[in-house]
Structures are given as C-alpha cells and as structure tokens.
C-alpha cells in the first residue's frame, strides 16, 4: 500500500530540521504529504566546518534561491606540516592560481566550495520545507513506539501517530535507539575546538596528523573561522584533551589572533568497513538519514552532501510506502564510497608522519588537481590511489622517500626530492 493512502489522515514525522531532515520534509511536503518536523532548537550554529560543494548547492538552489544564505567562497585549501613549517596549496577555484592575491572572492553560487553560517544554512532549508508546506513542532521527542499500523511519538507537546518516521537527529539519535541500536564509541568520532569570532577568510587550512588519526582544520565562514580536531572517541583522548591541543595549534600557527574564542563539542559518526556493511537504516514505518544514519566521510568527516541525498530518498521511499528502497538506494549509491574511504583512511593519515603529501602537493600540480577535485567534491575515492598512481610526481616523491636518493625520470633528465 503506497503511503499517499494514509497520509490524508496522519502525518509523515521527521524528527530533526538539519539538512537531512528539512530536505526530506521539502521534498514530502512538495510531494502532497502532510509533514511535520520535530525539532525544538533549530536552526542552530554546528561545530563542522560547514563546507557546501558546488553540487550539494545546485541540489537545494531552486529550494533556497531567494533566501538569503551568508557563505564565504573558499578559493583554496592549504596543507600544513607544524613540525617542519611546509605547506602546500591546493587551488579550488579552477580560474585561481597559486600566489594569486586575497581580493574578493567570486560569488558563492560560482564557487567549487563555499562554507557557510550552518545557523544560517539549516534556516534557509528549514523555511524552504515550511514554504513547501510541512509544520515545525518546536519540541522534543521523548519516546517512540513502532506499531504495525502506525508510529507512536511521544513528546513535550503531546502525542501523535504517523504513518511513516524519519529519524534524522543527529549522531546520537533517538530514532536510531529506539528502533535499530545506538552508535558504538568506536563508530564515532569527536569533533572538538572552537569558533573564532571577528575573523574570516577565503582559505581553508588543515594539518593532517597520525596520532591521533585525524586533522586539524581552520574552515573560513562569513563572520568567524571554524577552528577544531576530529578524532575517533575509542583513541583515548578526551574532548578537553583535544580542545587543548587546538588551542596550542591556533597559537603556533597564530591563524586567529585577536579573536574572541567560543569552545565547542560535537559526535561525528565515522563507521568503519564492518559497520557500514552492518548499518541499519531502515524497517517497517521507518528510515534514518544523514548523520543518524552514520553517512559521514571517514576522512573528511563531511556530511551535507550525504545528508541531503539521503533526505531526497527517504522521502520518496516513504510516499510509496517502502522504506526498503530507501535503504537498497543508500547500499548501491552512497555505502561503497563511504567504504572506500573507510578503507583508504589509515594510509592517508599516515601520510601526515612521513611529510609525503606535503611533499607531493608541493611538487606536483597532477597531485593538487587530484586532491583539489576530492576537497571540492567533483571526485570521489573510486580510482582515487590509482589517479595518484598514475601522476609521475607522486611515484618519484614516493621513490625518494625511500631510497633517499637521485631519480631517473628519463633518458638524460633527473630529478631530486
């Protein structure tokens, strides 16, 4: 039975208005269904860097075109070693060019990456989904039941049933503890730092580190940077331990001197290849998406691309009333990219303890094209190690690291790392 027969009477409920949630409730509502949003404090600033791809912004363009979504457009990404001072620069802009000047930056919708205010981007979709016609509930969920005809919610306000639940509330779900089973520690990571206000820029920074496994980033938004450390939680470090550690980065770099700075915590799922074959995503009346669905980049931890793309499915799934699709289109199209991430993410990191990324990008413009489509999302992990492979660069780099020693590129050509 398609979900369009029942909803005349009962709602769809989706419990959370980031963007997985409010995209979901869009795409409902615009679809005929009676939709209503649970959620009592969003809008709200998030602690991720905020970095929205250019395809993530031609997905919701249409929705939020004429609302407006402060965001500065990020021209580059530099890679930093703290330890031997080296950095890299990778050029996002493809009309950008190393060394180019810090005048203004194109318009947002032009840019490969912008990051924005996430207070400011989860409104603009969240008034998109209320335009479109669902309802915001201003309160809190305290409990749900599954039911063969129905779902039970209880919460602040009262209690309802609907024909079909969306958990889309976060790494630390209630959905997802009430119908399937809670995260693991060691399928979550920390994300951990502080907002610097009274500062911005148009140049993302990170240092990659390998112990813990993880990096350090300054992420640029309209009115402040966005400076903190992802760390798995099982690593043995505390929040405060890690908080600690990006307030002696920001000092050594000096990367937001003057600024007021505000800490802040925050889960990030990061599931490993076993988990994500594992995940549960969706039963009988139900799905989860975005982050409560665990569809976060083990490396980059970036998660609006996936949120959104999952919100889109969810609903369709849930007008015909078969939440099986959902999940069956989550495995096929966006479970073998988390995974292949999820298997390149130790070598990556420890890339960082042996300086050879930095060395790589530093020396190689076929390198930084392939890591500059990867941070802009134009690429993904499919192919990615064999597009290094490929560039020359990448394999002298390798080759000297070592042997330590000259390198025949060709007949009469050498070339020393």
């Known amino acids: 039975m ?8 009962i709602d769809v409920a989706v419990v959370g208005a980031g963007p ?18 649970y959620d009592p404090t969003h809008p709200r600033e998030k602690p991720c860097g905020g970095g929205i791809t250019a395809r993530a912004l031609a997905l919701v363009g249409g929705a939020i075109g004429d609302l407006d979504v402060p965001a500065a457009s990020i021209r ?6 703290s330890g031997t001072g080296r950095s890299a620069v990778v050029p996002l802009d493809p009309f950008d060019t190393l060394g180019a000047d810090d005048g203004p930056s194109r318009r947002a919708g032009a840019a490969a990456l912008v990051v924005a205010s996430r207070a400011a981007f989860d409104e603009a979709l969240l008034e998109a989904a209320r335009r479109a016609g669902a309802t915001l509930a201003a309160a809190r969920i305290t409990n749900i039941a599954v039911d063969p005809g129905c779902v039970r919610i209880e919460s602040t306000s009262g209690f309802v049933r609907a024909g079909f639940l969306i958990g889309a509330d976060g790494a630390n779900s209630l959905v997802r503890r009430r119908v399937a089973r809670p995260f693991r520690r060691d399928e979550l990571s920390i994300a951990t730092g502080y907002f610097a206000h009274g500062i911005t820029s148009n140049e993302i920074v990170i240092e990659l580190t390998d112990d813990p496994p993880g990096y350090i980033w300054s992420f640029p938004r ?43 915590s925050w889960p ?41 793309a999952s919100g889109a499915w969810a609903a369709e799934a849930a007008m015909a009333g078969d939440a099986s699709q959902y999940a069956a289109r989550v495995r096929a199209d966006l479970l073998p990219e988390l995974a292949r991430a999820a298997r390149l993410k130790a070598g990556f990191f420890r890339l960082a303890s042996t300086g050879l990324l930095i060395r790589a990008l530093g020396c190689s413009s076929a390198v930084r094209d392939v890591l500059a489509d990867l941070v802009a999302g134009r690429r993904g992990y499919a192919g990615l190690r064999w597009q290094l492979l490929k560039t020359l660069e990448w394999r002298l780099a390798w080759e000297a690291l070592v042997s330590g020693t000259r390198i025949r590129r060709g007949p009469g050509h050498e070339h020393r790392v």
Request: net charge positive; proline share 3%; charged share 20%.
């Open 2 to 9: 398609s979900l369009s027969t029942v909803i005349n009477s």
């Open 20 to 37: 997985a949630g409010s995209w979901a409730a869009y795409n409902l509502a615009r679809s005929g269904a009676r939709v209503t949003i």
């Open 76 to 81: 580059r990404a530099r890679f930093v070693d």
């Open 268 to 308: 990030v799922p990061s599931l490993g290849v076993g988990s994500l074959r594992r995940v549960e995503l969706a039963g009988t009346r139900w799905c989860v998406v975005g982050d409560a669905a665990g569809l976060v980049d083990p490396i980059t931890r970036e998660g609006i691309s996936f949120a959104l």
């Open 222 to 264: 309209p009115t402040h940077l966005a400076i903190g450390i992802c760390a798995q939680a099982d690593a043995g470090l505390t929040a405060a331990a890690l908080r600690a550690r990006t307030a002696a980065w920001i000092r050594h770099t000096r990367i937001a001197e003057g600024a007021r700075l505000e800490p802040y």
